[in-house]
T-cell receptor, first 115, second 114 residues
Framework: NAGVTQTPKFQVLKTGQSMTLQCAQD?????MYWYRQDPGMGLRLIYY???????DKGEVPNGYNVSRLNKREFSLRLESAAPSQTSVYFC??????????????FGPGTRLTVL | GQQLNQSPQSMFIQEGEDVSMNCTSS?????WLWYKQEPGEGPVLLIA?????ELTSNGRLTAQFGITRKDSFLNISASIPSDVGIYFC??????????????FGKGTKLSVIP
């Protein structure tokens, strides 16, 4: 079991460029999440998908779009990157069922720099 | 929205010492989670707590769900160099269906001096 995988691991963009961050999980989890992590700010939720076919905004959704492609995959898209989007992006998943409902498992992250 | 206050922000300890850190909330939580993040990696779930007063261990780590439901504590006994990292608490006001968003503390950065 690879758990949660993310690609790419590193990315440098110029302002205005677009890109898609990929995430996949092999734990058969129902829910998936995208976070960004900035120094002094902790982890902030961008978007989440409670189940296949649904997506909802989190705390900081502006400038991002998401797609829940199937139960395994959840992608995050930056349509026009801005320097303020320089951050480390983490994908997470959770079973969202039973006693372990809230336990989220994280991927290794994508380190994005926007110049 | 809800906020989690995690303390201390950072700590330097000698190898072999015990470590304590805590997390407090302005409102009641029904779930407390503790994560560890090492440099360049994603957070790894260490312990999950679901019941007020619950005390759960994972090796040298012990976490407790506070009786008031507004706090949680993590203790590490006999620290070793590989304990270095940032420890995050996370909580949720609900348990079960309808809950998806965790609230995270800002982390306690632990440094262990050999």
């Amino acid at each position: 079991n690879a758990g949660v995988t993310q690609t790419p691991k590193f990315q440098v963009l110029k302002t205005g460029q677009s890109m898609t961050l990929q995430c996949a999980q092999d734990m058969n989890h129902n829910s998936m999440y995208w976070y960004r992590q900035d120094p002094g700010m902790g982890l902030r939720l961008i978007y989440y998908s409670a189940s296949e076919g649904t997506t909802d905004k989190g705390e900081v959704p502006n400038g991002y779009n998401v797609s829940r492609l199937n139960k395994r995959e959840f992608s995050l898209r930056l349509e026009s990157a801005a320097p303020s989007q320089t951050s480390v992006y983490f994908c997470a998943s959770s079973e969202a069922r039973g006693v372990s409902y809230n336990e989220q498992f994280f991927g290794p992250g994508t380190r994005l720099t926007v110049l | 929205g809800q906020q989690l206050n995690q303390s201390p922000q950072s700590m330097f300890i000698q190898e072999g010492e015990d470590v304590s850190m805590n997390c407090t909330s302005s409102s009641i939580f029904n779930t407390w989670l503790w994560y560890k993040q090492e440099p360049g990696e994603g957070p790894v779930l260490l312990i999950a707590l679901y019941k007020a007063g619950e005390l759960t261990s994972n090796g040298r780590l012990t976490a407790q769900f506070g009786i008031t439901r507004k706090d949680s504590f993590l203790n590490i006994s006999a620290s070793i160099p590989s304990d270095v990292g940032i420890y995050f608490c996370a909580g949720h006001p609900y348990s079960g269906a309808g809950s998806y968003q965790l609230t995270f503390g800002k982390g306690t950065k632990l440094s262990v001096i050999p």
